[in-house]
């Protein structure tokens, strides 16, 4: 997952919006969003799923609970983590603790993490953590944008996709998933002058710094935009629109439920 945008208590209607483009390899075997039963806790989960380490990028569960985490770019991290990112979403998801306790659990596994950004919460709780500056943050109503550095970096797609979930939100409670998944699709590169210094070269910082990201010489971008619309009555949306290695869109996935105590 490589940007999230986020809406976190900012306007009533909607206490927890999200806007969120999964970027990856092509190769790596997905299964896409759908309803399925975690072995510990058992707590239904909707989410797609990593099948080649059986975590998650984003998800929500049934309870109202909801994970997203993002790598945070780090060319030098050549040696690979011994535990794959995509647990610590997967965790939160089908745990029972509060997601103040699990935010406290989590420093004692840091460094058994590539660098990760963390969001986990529910309609009443936002937290985010991550490994490089190893604090815990309780987030304040707001628009957020996340990506592959720190929350709310001054980069051009995440200050470009606050800016648009602001725009939706003041046309009132008339906000739809498909409304954001069409914010998702913005395809424009940014201007040199605007381009973050992440490390990696001039070409693919160019190419990684649009909002959806077409595939690169290298096999890949955006795979799925997945859209999450939490209303004050207990009831998400939730739609994801997946991608094919050209950048066109291929199946579509939606879901409605009423969350349960």
């Not at 840091?110 to 937290?127: I, P, Q, V």
Request: glycine share 6%; hydrophobic share 35%.
């Amino acid at each position: 997952m490589c940007l999230i945008i986020f809406a976190h208590k900012a306007e009533s209607h909607f206490p927890l919006v999200v806007a969120a483009n999964r970027d990856e390899f092509f190769s790596r075997p997905t299964q896409p969003a759908m309803f399925w039963e975690s072995e510990v806790n058992k707590q239904t989960i909707l989410a797609g799923k990593d099948l080649l380490a059986g975590g998650t990028w984003l998800g929500l569960s049934k309870a109202g609970r909801f994970s997203a985490v993002t790598n945070i770019r780090d060319p030098s991290q050549a040696e690979p983590a011994p535990r794959s990112r995509g647990e610590l979403t997967l965790n939160f998801l089908r745990g029972t603790d509060s997601a103040e306790d699990y935010a406290n659990s989590l420093s004692e596994s840091f460094n058994h993490y590539a660098g990760f950004n963390l969001l986990f919460g529910d309609s009443k709780d936002m937290f985010y953590v991550n490994n490089l500056e190893n604090l815990v943050h309780k987030l304040e109503p707001g628009i957020y944008g996340l990506s592959n550095d720190l929350l709310n970096s001054d980069w051009p797609k995440i200050n470009r996709g606050r800016e648009d979930l602001k725009s939706l939100l003041n046309n009132g409670n008339s906000l739809t998933t498909d409304q954001l998944i069409k914010m998702m699709n913005q395809r424009e590169i940014s201007k040199d002058e605007n381009l973050p210094c992440t490390g990696v070269s001039l070409e693919i910082e160019r190419a990684l710094s649009s909002t959806f990201i077409m595939n690169t010489n290298h096999g890949y971008g955006t795979r799925c935009s997945t859209a999450i619309i939490a209303r004050e009555d207990g009831e998400f949306r939730f739609s994801e629109q997946n991608y094919d290695d050209v950048g066109q869109a291929t199946e579509r996935h939606y879901y409605q439920f009423l969350k349960y105590s």
